[in-house]
Structures are given as structure tokens and as C-alpha cells.
């Protein structure tokens, strides 16, 4: 069962495999394939617009762009209009971003957003890293420098509207000191949070073992994931290149060989419950194995770009998707997610997995949360009608799985459930 949260909404949707992921939705020449889940946006200022007229007495669409280029990893508020009379998931299934001149041919990320009586949408997107490929589309890739467009329809006779947008790197930009990660201690009683430059804050009975910053060490490419030791005495650090720091009594298994690394750059990383070993996934879904760990499979690129894995303590991982968090679970390599009927408002930028590995929560860039399977809701920013100064980038559950932490950019900690807030370089708001 998948539990959709919208403020204090709660939505519960039958769940199945999505076996049906892969039938074909024709809508406006597009084709989609994917169900989504939503919540509030935060307001980002500042729009590039784009309409597009349709002949007589049809429906305007506009798309608007918050910033019109960027590399990948860029955050762009997307909003528009497309006419009155949309119905979620029959004539509304969101927007595509896409390569420049390719509609319907080339690799393409499609979400869907909520879409009010009148026709009007919004949702914080993030410029991805890799595209996954629907049916009747060219393959899956990574995300190269060039011309990009955000198509989206109206909800009538088919007309759509696209917004330009010009990707500088197909990597994150580097340097940024914006809070990227989070790790927990094995009571729950206190938390480390790590920055995209490698620098690391610990609060409550987490103690520091050391930064990149500390030992003048400049990733590569920004940092976007963290994992504990088993013994809660080091840590590691991994950039988006698949390098792996170790810290304390962390024991460094491997990185990512660069070869490897230039197809489509890590978005996380898991630690085997022993501690002897940790998972790298990959935006395009690929799983990387060191130490202990062992690869139970990947997902197909399809439906790519995937945001994070998360460990599953009876044995094996989870894998969830970035723009619909379909949730892989391995071993096995099974896809569930939530039904038709739902849309995003964020971006999906972390999971957690509950204590019995069948259940995963899922932060926005909203603050919203996801539930899936097992996963209790406890709250998420839209429902305290807490305030975003920035974006969340992360999120980590409880040892118990009664609670979460959400993780703003600018390092304000979100604490619902049975999670106790130890402190944060800024307080929520």
C-alpha cells in the first residue's frame, strides 16, 4: 500500500507491480509512463515564459522557467498554464524535458505535476543527470551540454508549449557548501550532516571524525552522499564521481573507476548492514558493488534518473526514482510503486527504508514525503506549514522507523515522528 501525502491529506492508492509502467500513454503525441505523487511547491522568483497559442477558441499553454541555464543538478521552478478542464493522469500527465528537436525520439524525464481547476501547475525540478527512455523513444543517456526544452500540453485538442533550457555541464557544479547528506547514530540520538564540499557538521551524540575542508581536500565534483560505520565511529563521503573518502574507522572498499564514472554520475550510497561494504547507485540505475557487498541487480535506465539507495537490513537495497519514485526492491529486482492518479510538486531527492526492508519513505524537494509499503507517515513541511529557505536535499528515518529528518540546503533539520531535533548550522522555520 502507498500512502500520498499532500499537507494533511492522505491519499492511499492500491499498489501493483507496474508490470503496466510500461504500457503505453498517448497524450498530445507524447508518450508517458509514469504515476506520481504530490504536495506544495516552494516559490522560487523569477520566470523565463513561453506560450504557445492554439488556433480559435483553445486553450492557451505556458510554460515558465525560473532560470533558463545551468548544469546539471540545476534547481528550476517549472509552472504554467494548460487550460480548464483537466482531469490528473487522462488528459493532464505532466511536462517532458527533453532534448532540444528530439520530441518524441530522443531520451527524455517526464513528471507529473497536480494541476489546479483552471489549468495551472508548478514543481521544483532539478536539471537531471541522466534521461531514461519510455517506449516508442530513443535509448536512455546521460545528460550532455546542449539545448533542452520542457514541453508541456493543454488539456485540449492536444496543443502543447516549451520552455528552452541550456545545460552548461552535464555534471554538478563543484564548491557549493550547501548541505547535501545526512547519517544518524545507531540510538538515534544524534546526526552528522555533510556538504557538498565535503564538509561535515555533527549534533547530539555524533562526534566529528574529520571533513575534505579539514584536510584541504576539494572534490572533484560535489559530495551527495554519506554513510555510517557499523561500529558509529567514521564515516564515508562519496562525490558525484563515484570517489569514496573514508573518515574514523571507515575502511575505504573502492571507488568508482572513472570509465565507469563518466557514464552516469552516483546519486548515493548504502552500507551493508555489517558494515563491511557499501552500494553506489548511479542516475542511470546502475548498482556498484565493494567489501561485503554484493550486486543484487540494477533497474532498467528506463526510468531513469534515480536518486538514492538505501539498505535493506534483512539483506539487499532499495533503488528510487527521481521524477515518479518507482521503488526497486533486490534482491529480486521488483518494481513497486503507486498507482495512477498522483503527482509530484517536488523533485525527489532522498529514501529512507524502514526498519524491515519493505518499506521505503521518499523526501521532496518540497518537503513533501512519500510513503511506501511499511512506511508510516509522520509528517512533512507542507503539513506543519513549515517555511523551505531552500530546497530539501536529503532525508534519514529513525533507527526504530517511528520518525524521519528532512534536510534543507541551507542545512535546516525537519523533525517528525519520534526524531528529536539536536541542532543545525540554521534553524527550521
Request: proline letters at 7%; one cysteine or more; hydrophobic letters at 40%.
Amino acid at each position: 500500500m502507498v500512502t500520498v501525502q499532500e499537507g494533511n491529506r492522505e491519499d492511499e492508492m492500491a499498489m501493483g507491480q507496474r508490470g503496466a509502467i510500461g504500457a503505453r500513454r498517448e497524450r498530445a503525441g507524447w508518450v508517458l509512463q509514469r504515476a506520481r505523487s504530490g504536495r506544495a511547491a516552494v516559490a522560487v522568483a523569477g520566470v523565463l515564459s513561453v506560450g504557445l497559442a492554439a488556433c480559435g477558441s483553445a486553450p492557451v499553454a505556458t510554460v515558465k522557467l525560473s532560470v533558463s541555464s545551468g548544469p546539471a543538478g540545476t534547481v528550476v521552478q517549472v509552472s504554467g498554464t494548460a487550460g480548464k478542464g483537466c482531469v490528473l493522469d487522462k488528459n493532464w500527465l505532466g511536462f517532458d524535458f527533453e532534448r532540444l528537436g528530439q520530441p518524441n525520439k530522443g531520451p527524455v524525464t517526464q513528471m507529473t505535476t497536480p494541476v489546479a481547476t483552471n489549468g495551472s501547475w508548478s514543481a521544483i525540478f532539478e536539471i537531471p543527470s541522466y534521461l531514461g527512455a519510455s517506449s516508442g523513444r530513443g535509448p536512455a543517456a546521460p545528460v550532455a551540454p546542449g539545448r533542452y526544452q520542457v514541453m508541456a500540453p493543454t488539456c485540449e485538442k492536444g496543443k502543447a508549449a516549451t520552455a528552452a533550457f541550456t545545460v552548461t555541464a552535464g555534471t554538478p557544479a563543484g564548491g557549493a557548501t550547501k548541505y547535501v547528506a545526512m547519517a544518524v547514530t545507531p540510538d538515534g540520538q544524534g546526526y552528522w550532516l555533510a556538504q557538498a564540499d565535503g564538509g561535515v557538521n555533527a549534533y547530539g551524540d555524533a562526534h566529528s571524525y574529520g571533513s575534505l575542508p579539514a584536510q584541504k581536500v576539494n572534490p572533484a565534483t560535489p559530495i551527495v552522499g554519506m554513510a555510517r560505520t557499523y561500529s558509529d565511529k567514521g564515516y564515508w563521503l562519496v562525490g558525484a564521481d563515484g570517489h569514496v573518502y573514508d573518515f574514523g574507522d571507515a575502511r575505504s572498499y573502492g571507488s568508482l573507476p572513472a570509465q565507469e564514472a563518466a557514464l552516469a554520475l552516483v546519486t548515493g550510497m548504502a552500507v551493508t548492514p555489517d558494515g563491511l561494504g557499501y552500494w553506489l547507485a548511479s542516475a542511470s540505475g546502475h548498482v556498484y558493488a565493494f567489501g561485503h557487498a554484493r550486486s543484487a541487480g540494477s533497474p532498467s535506465a528506463n526510468l531513469a534518473p534515480y536518486d538514492a539507495i538505501g539498505t535493506r537490513n534483512g539483506g539487499g537495497y532499495v533503488v528510487t526514482a527521481a521524477s515518479d519514485g518507482a521503488v526497486y526492491l533486490f534482491p529480486g529486482g521488483t518494481l513497486s510503486s503507486y498507482g495512477p492518479g498522483s503527482a509530484l510538486s517536488g523533485w525527489l531527492v532522498g529514501t529512507a527504508v524502514t526498519p524491515s526492508g519493505n518499506g521505503t519513505w521518499e523526501a521532496g524537494m518540497d518537503g513533501g514525503v512519500i510513503t511506501w509499503g511499511d512506511a508510516k507517515f509522520y509528517g512533512s513541511v507542507p503539513s506543519i506549514n513549515g517555511t523551505l529557505k531552500a530546497p530539501v536535499t536529503a532525508m534519514a528515518a529513525t533507527p526504530d522507523g517511528l520518525g524521519y529528518w528532512l534536510v534543507g540546503g541551507d542545512g535546516a533539520v525537519f523533525s517528525f515522528g519520534d526524531a528529536h531535533f539536536f541542532g543545525s548550522p540554521v534553524p527550521p522555520s
